[in-house]
């Protein structure tokens, strides 16, 4: 009974979303929606965040640059505004401490704040987080693991705030 409850769900789900995109209504985000835009616009990435791990902000200017649908070309000609995320380090905080006293649940969090130059009304941005919780496991390459994999996450949840800001204002 569970089991057909959660494919009658999916299917609900599923028969939205088509409706929702044949009847034209575009997703937040969607990158035909926003090319036009941002065609004219240059991104870059600032800040500690980048100097303290480039690869990192590499990875956060490729995804907003695919979510907004600018175009990956360093050419600079007849750019007339520039996107700048001034992106900071990520921060890694204490959570939990299992019984015994050792820390075992963390969260990263980071931020970062969007400045657009160039631009007719110039918006002011907020300054943006991403952040996720977890575990630690006691040995050491596991931990690695785990902590560049929660990056990861924090990463993908900043640049989805980021895109939702940007957009909600530019246009």
């Not at 941002?38 to 980048?50: A, D, E, F, M, R």
């Amino acid at each position: 009974m569970n089991k057909s409850r959660n494919i009658g769900v999916v299917t609900l789900i599923i028969l939205t979303v088509t409706l929702m995109s044949s009847c034209g209504y575009r997703f937040p985000g969607d990158p035909q929606q926003h090319a036009a835009i941002w065609q004219g616009t240059t991104l870059k990435i600032s800040g500690n965040g980048k100097k303290s791990n480039p690869v990192l902000a590499q990875r956060l200017k490729v995804k907003l640059a695919n979510r907004l649908g600018m175009s990956d070309k360093n050419s600079t000609t007849n750019k007339s505004t520039t996107l700048i995320i001034d992106l900071n380090t990520p921060e890694r905080s204490l959570i939990l401490e299992d019984e015994e006293g050792r820390a075992d649940q963390y969260q990263i969090t980071i931020t970062a704040k969007a400045t657009l130059i160039g631009f007719a009304k110039s918006p002011n941005y907020p300054t943006v987080k991403g952040s996720t919780t977890y575990y630690e496991l006691r040995g050491s390459a596991t931990t690695q693991t785990a902590r560049n994999s929660a990056q990861t996450e924090a990463l993908q949840s900043l640049s989805e705030a980021l895109v939702a800001v940007i957009t909600s204002i530019k246009e």
